[in-house]
């Protein structure tokens, strides 16, 4: 019993240090700190076909289509207002910027096609860029339905919405727990 308690503790333990520091953010900035500041950690969204959504940073993603079938969508990064990644994406599939250090780290859950609009539901996680100004610190930011690509103004807003989807954070601590307990059952069965 004394050695599956120790295992389960250990794996609790590597669960909060997953949590506290996700390893797409991990990179040294100028300061020679390891620790990078996370603006956003894994908040759900969703945008319909043509719609763009500003984050922090200038940083903006905008559906430039989805697929007839709904299974793909294709999608662009913008910064301040220009082009700095696209594709076209899957369901699980990731926009990384930059590829090296992860940046903007946008992961699709699911494409939805219906009668009226056609959605794409993601994730976001954003670290600061330490190459752009600090982010404004106040909220008050909405999407920008159906934008033009070269429109500035929908990008230059720097703060994200405050009341997002819950994102993959509180899943992987759910998950955390419910090994915890598992673990402690499966050690009472094998006394």
Same mark, same amino acid.
Do not use: H
């Given at each position: 019993?004394? +050695?599956?308690? =120790?295992? *389960?503790?250990?794996?609790?333990?590597?669960?909060?240090?997953l949590? /506290?520091?996700? %390893? !797409?953010?991990?990179?040294?900035?100028?300061?020679?700190?390891?620790?990078? =500041?996370?603006?956003?950690?894994?908040e759900g969204y969703a945008l319909a076909?043509?719609? @763009? +959504?500003?984050?922090? =940073?200038?940083?903006? &993603?905008?559906?430039?289509? $989805?697929g007839a079938g709904g299974e793909s969508a294709w999608i662009e990064l913008l =910064?301040?207002?220009?082009? &700095?990644?696209?594709?076209?994406?899957? /369901?699980?599939?990731c926009l990384v910027y930059p590829e090296d250090c992860e940046i903007f780290n946008m992961t699709i859950d699911h494409i939805y096609v219906g009668s009226q609009? !056609?959605? $794409?539901?993601f994730y976001v996680r954003q670290c600061r860029d330490p190459d752009l100004p600090e982010p404004a610190p106040s909220l008050g930011m909405t999407p &920008?339905?159906? %934008?033009?690509?070269?429109? %500035? %103004?929908?990008?230059? @807003? !720097? &703060?994200? !919405?405050?009341?997002? *989807?819950?994102g993959c954070g509180a899943w992987m601590a759910a998950g955390a727990v419910l090994l915890c307990v598992a673990s402690k059952r499966f050690a009472r069965r094998q006394r």
């Open positions: 019993m004394g +050695r599956m308690s =120790q295992v *389960s503790r250990i794996l609790l333990l590597f669960s909060l240090i949590l /506290a520091y996700p %390893a !797409d953010c991990l990179n040294t900035t100028a300061g020679g700190s390891n620790e990078t =500041q996370i603006l956003i950690d894994g076909n043509g719609e @763009q +959504r500003a984050f922090y =940073q200038g940083y903006s &993603v905008i559906i430039k289509g $989805v =910064q301040n207002g220009t082009p &700095v990644s696209y594709g076209i994406f899957k /369901a699980e599939d609009k !056609d959605l $794409v539901f &920008v339905p159906n %934008a033009p690509e070269s429109n %500035a %103004a929908a990008t230059s @807003q !720097d &703060v994200p !919405d405050p009341n997002p *989807s819950p």
